[in-house]
Structures are given as structure tokens and as C-alpha cells.
């Protein structure tokens, strides 16, 4: 029987979550429930003065908004220093490591080769000659990153360590460690790095690198854990949106991408429409709420049975929460954003508002006011006047909206209401 399978997501809180150790996190935590083994959370807080509260409940809150639970509680290193200390006493003792003052460092052999399988770039060899001697414990009693990872990762029985490309240089070293100690290594992976579009590290100019970006900015954590997904692993037939139950159902470390990913923006906003339209509106009702408080709209008067009505004409029509505040704001308040561009080319001339004018007294005698009546309206006046519908639609979606685009006019012009319908139409008409 084959063992099972521990793994392990190793953040240091000394900054926010990141996009790449998300995808890391991501990437453990599917490797752990596709193979029905454990994902653990070891919290890398040895450097004191660094490690801060709030940067932790950062991390744990952007995993757990992401969908990710970890098996059991989190580890602390800063609660375990002795034990590193204690082997590295034991490394001291049996003569492969020195004491060097206060610090503990570890004797690297020249002549020698560490060769391991990467799962994700294959064979990956070095010379122990390009390997210095390595500190184990500081000498301000602290343990290095490389030990205290070594030791943890053996307490913790971790048989497979996923991680990003810049620890590919630590692995050596890690390995190496194992072996003075006599134990049997864990297999390791290394995913390429997340680059920006333009092919460099991906920094700010990108659009955000923390989670927390990105959740304020509108997407969903479904869409940003899919797309995550994607920058990691090509899932078989050319699937693209896939929850995270459903990757952990068919993932496989083996086919992860040995090439760098480039994060796209564009793409990741196409991922969030996808779920956006897919999430049932009462599901939207509420996290649009949250947003547009944020965003500066009373809501106060607004029922959510309004507000879900607006929803369903929208959700297809927006690629993140914030867009629709931007777009339907003429729903909830009377100084909504108008496309000045659009207001100069549909409202512009003498002849356009006059039509307005006139829209609006036909539109008037439509009763009930619905999109049917309202639409028939339209067209017979378009007729009558020889106009195609859109010399109508356009400057009318204006004048009600204050958008150039958006939902079907007779739709919003329903939801709207024939009040504030034709105020707006003879407003602009005047
Ligand atoms: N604390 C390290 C990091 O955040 C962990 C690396 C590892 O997974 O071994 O990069």
C-alpha cells in the first residue's frame, strides 16, 4: 500500500498573500484532497521581527476566502525553536556540523552530487562544490529557513513539497540535511514563477499581487482560485472553467506546466464574467450590496427584490462586482455617471431632443409600463417618423441611463418605472 500523502502550504507572515503563493497553497491543497491526504499549514514566523499578527490574518483569511481548509491547526515555528536547536546538537555531535560563536553552521563535503526527480522539471543535479556551509541555527538563537523547514517537514511526515521556482536553490541544501540525518527525502516540485504579461516578475503595474487586491476589486474567489488554477496546470480537454472540487477530482502533479505562466489580467476577468453569470442572482444580492456600500451608494431604501431584478439584467454584462455599480447606477440614484462622449453624439442636436420629447408623451400612454408595450411604442413611432429603432434606443438609453451600453432599453426603462422614466427622457428633451 502506498503511503499517504502529506502536504504542506509553508507562508512566512511577514507580507500579504501573494497571487504565486496562492497558487501554491492552491496547488497543495488540490494535490492533498485528489489523493485523499492531508494539507497542512506550517506558518514560518522564525524571524520575529518581521512576523506581524495582522499579516497572518491576512493569510489565513485569503485561504480561507479562496475555498482552501487545512487539515488540523496551523504550526508555528516560533514555538519551536528547541527543537530545531536539538538537532542541531544532535548534527553537532555527530560531527556534521561545528559551532561557529553562538551560531550552528552545517560542513558541506565538496566532491559530492546532490541529484534529485523534480515531479515538475525532471532530474535537477548539483555539485556539492557550488554548495557553502550552511547556518542552521543563527546565532541570535534562531534557526535558519532551510533547517527549520527540514526538521518540520520530517516531523510532520510531508511526502511532498510543492513550491515555487525561487526555492529550487534551497532544495540542495534541504536534501543534504536529510541525508546527514538518515532519513528518507520527501519528493519535490517546483512550480515556475507567475510572470506579468511583458514576460517580468509580476509586481504591481500588473494589476495587484495580494489577494486582498483582487477581492476588493471584484472578484469572486471561485474565479480567482480557477484562474490561479490555470496558471499552474493545463486541465485535459481543454477546460477552462472548473471549480476547485472538480480539479481536485481529476488533478495530477505530474502534468503541472514546467514553463513560466504569464498572468493576463484580461483573461482573469473573462474567468470572473463566467461565474458571475453562472451565481444565482440571490447569491450576488448580497456581496453587490457589501460592494456598493463600499463604493458610496445608499442602499438603504433599496429591498432586495429590486435589487435582484437589476442583477439579472446585468450579470451577463459585467466582469467583476465593482462594474456594476458603474454601470447601473441610474437604478439606484439620479446623479448617475453620464457618458459625456454619448451625451455629445446622441443628445447633441436640436433633433434628437425634440425626438425625445416626443418618445416621451407616447411612452406616457403605455399602460401597464412594460417592456412589450414599451418596445411596440418605440417602433410605431420610429415608423410613423421614417427613423430606424436605434436613432430612438441610443439617445433614449442616454437619457435614462446615462450609459451609451447596457441592458435592452425596454427591460430597464420597466424596471425603472414610468415616473422616473419619463423625468429623465423630458429632462434631457428640454
Ligand atoms: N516560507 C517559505 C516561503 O514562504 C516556505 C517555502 C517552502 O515551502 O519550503 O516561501
Redesign the pocket.
Known sequence: MSERMVVRF???PTGFLHLG?ARTALFNWLAARRAGGLFLLRI?DTDRLRSEDRFLDEILGGLRWLGLDWDGEPIFQSRRFALYRERAEGLVASGKAYRDGEAILFRVEPGGTVAYEDMIHGRIEVATETVKDQVLIKSDGSPA?NFA?VVDDVELGVTH?L??D??ISNTPKQILFYEALGLSRPRFGHMPLIMGADGAKLSKRHGGVSITEYKNEGFLPEALANYLILLGWTPPGGVEILTLDEAAGIFDIAQMNDVQARFDLQKLKWVNGEYIMKKPTADLVPLLRGRMARDGFDLAAVEDGYLARVVDLYKIRIKTLGEFGELADAFFKEDFAVDEEGRRKYLGSAESRARLAELAERLAAVDPFVREGLEAAAREMAAVQGLKAADLIHPARLAVSGKTKGAGLFEMMELLGKETVLRRLRGCAA
Request: with cysteine; charged share 25%.
Open positions: 509553508a507562508p512566512s503563493s514560518e529557513y523547514c513539497i513550491r515555487g525561487d526555492h
